[in-house]
């Protein structure tokens, strides 16, 4: 089994950086598919961005698109989000998934506990 544990998450103001990290123990995730979700109060888990196998190929929702980067460092068994020009609406309780079934994200196969992120405006 991989354990993933998410870090970084915060209290930030609007306009704000911040940069999440998922590390992966157990087995290495560098032919893993990896993403990030997040979900709010009252709302449902939603995607955020995804990263294949490689780290070659990004996906991103619309509503980060231009402010969030994901990446994957195989050689540090670890993933990343790098969030700029937070707002409000981005609060909320991040997590990281790995699938290692596909060469895409395509479903989590293994979940972290998440990380709260909190933008105050």
């Known amino acids: 089994q991989v354990q993933l544990v998410e870090s970084g998450g915060g209290l930030v103001q609007a306009g704000d950086s911040l940069r999440l990290s998922c590390s992966a123990s157990g087995r290495t995730i560098s032919t893993y598919a990896m993403g990030w979700f997040r979900q709010a109060p009252g709302k449902e888990r939603e995607f955020v961005a995804g990263?294949?196998?490689?780290?070659?190929?990004?996906n991103y929702a619309n509503f980060v698109k231009g402010r969030f980067t994901i990446s994957k460092d195989n050689a540090k068994n670890t993933l990343y989000l790098e969030m700029n020009s937070l707002k409000p609406e981005d609060t909320a309780i991040y997590y990281c998934a790995a699938d290692a079934r596909h060469l895409d994200m395509v479903r989590g196969d293994y979940w972290g506990q998440g990380t709260q992120v909190t933008v105050s405006s």
């Open positions: 990263i294949n196998w490689s780290g070659s190929t990004t």
